[in-house]
């Protein structure tokens, strides 16, 4: 016997057997009026009919076993259309129960379902490839995954993206500056300028980079005149402080203030660097950086009366180093871009806690 037949097999016989019993009831019930008289069955019939109505008003729908369904729908056939009035449903229902009736004992059980279905993996496989690979289209998912030892066909890889709302066709290449950031991280420096308005209402230019990979965040230098030849030393010491480490990257990205000229570009082509300027009042497409100068506003120099450029020097300095070797960030599992080794805690350690800027951020590491 077939694996989920028997169940089925099982209520049918039930079924089966609750029918012959009401058929046999049913049929004594048919001997018992003939022997009564007349009068004694339209007494009875009488008493059967309105205890029919009072069932009607108290119940809306009634529940009817499948057996209940066939004896009605059988005994349709011996009474006039015109009389079917007395069945508590309508005239519809009872000729839908015929026609299930003729269908359960003419129509034969199918062997074959139709096309298996796909798994649920193999689903979200397809799924995976086309977000992860936004330009590859159905023909190349169909591919990768027979690669992968998977046998599906094409039409039912289009099938499977057109039915997630994904396009099949190789349309959805994303050319954001998201899409192009995330691609070139390692290899990013995006700079930018942030102000700071000193006690005495002066303002002071800070210049810095960071590195899109890892976050780490270099001070290039503070004044109150930032002038081209100032800009563009600030270039040339970066350069000299990476050294080595300058050939890792191949882009810088950078707005377009009046105080980055072709001389300060010049200084990264001369590496192999190319210059990228963002779209104009786009601050999100150097997102990185703002998000950085957002930081170092909330957690330091608005919290805190600059003095002087020597001052705010000392403050960014320390803060810089907070920032590279303590602070954690999201996009580095919460890690800090310089990560220092981790200490592993035991019962005997404690937590010990360094105050930096007198006490405006707090470090906190274990200590033996």
């Known amino acids: 016997m077939p694996a989920g037949r028997g169940p089925c097999r099982a209520g049918w016989m039930v079924m089966v057997w609750s029918l012959l019993y009401a058929l046999t009831r049913n049929a004594l019930g048919l001997m018992l009026l003939r022997m ?9 019939l009488l ?4 205890q029919v109505a009072v069932l009607r008003r108290q119940v809306h729908r009634p529940t009817l076993e499948p057996a209940d369904r066939v004896i009605l729908a059988a005994l349709s056939r011996l009474l006039p259309r015109a009389r079917w009035g007395s069945f508590f449903v309508t005239p519809t229902t009872v000729l839908r129960w015929h026609r299930e009736l003729l269908a359960r004992t003419w129509t034969y059980p199918r062997k074959t379902s139709g096309r298996p ?3 649920r993996e193999i689903r979200e496989l397809i ?9 590859w289209g159905h023909r190349r998912i169909q591919g990768e995954l027979i690669g992968l030892g998977y046998s599906v066909r094409v039409a039912t890889v289009w099938r499977i993206l057109h039915r997630a709302g994904v396009d099949p066709a190789p349309r959805r290449a994303d050319a954001s500056w998201r899409t192009f950031l995330s691609a070139q991280a390692s290899g990013l420096l995006a700079c930018d300028f942030f102000t700071v308005d000193t006690v005495f209402l002066q303002r002071i230019y800070v210049f810095f980079v960071v590195e ?3 976050r780490h965040v270099h001070v290039l230098g503070i004044t109150k005149h930032p002038t081209t030849a100032w800009v563009t030393q600030q270039a040339r010491n970066l350069l000299m402080n990476l050294e080595e480490g300058s050939h890792r990257f ?3 990205l950078r707005d377009r203030d009046t105080k980055f000229t072709a001389s300060f570009d010049a200084v990264f082509t001369g590496a192999g660097i190319d210059v990228v300027r963002t ?3 786009a601050p999100q497409a150097n997102a990185i950086a703002e998000r950085r100068v957002g930081t170092v506003r909330q957690e330091c120099t608005d919290r805190l009366l600059i003095v002087s450029e020597r001052h705010l020097t000392s403050v960014l300095d320390s803060y810089a180093e907070h920032f590279n070797t303590h602070r954690p960030h999201r996009s580095l599992g919460q890690h800090p871009p310089d990560s220092p080794p981790v200490v592993a805690p035991t019962s005997e350690s404690t937590i010990r806690r360094t105050r930096i800027l007198d006490g405006l951020i707090n470090e906190y590491r274990n200590a033996a």
């Open 250 to 252: 191949r882009f810088l």
């Open 36 to 44: 009564r008289g007349d009068t004694v069955k339209e007494v009875e």
């Open 127 to 135: 799924l995976r490839l086309a977000r992860e690979n936004p330009t």
């Open 279 to 281: 779209p104009p009042q």
């Open 47 to 50: 008493v059967l009919r309105h």
């Open 117 to 119: 279905p796909v798994h």
């Open 212 to 214: 899109h990979a890892t």
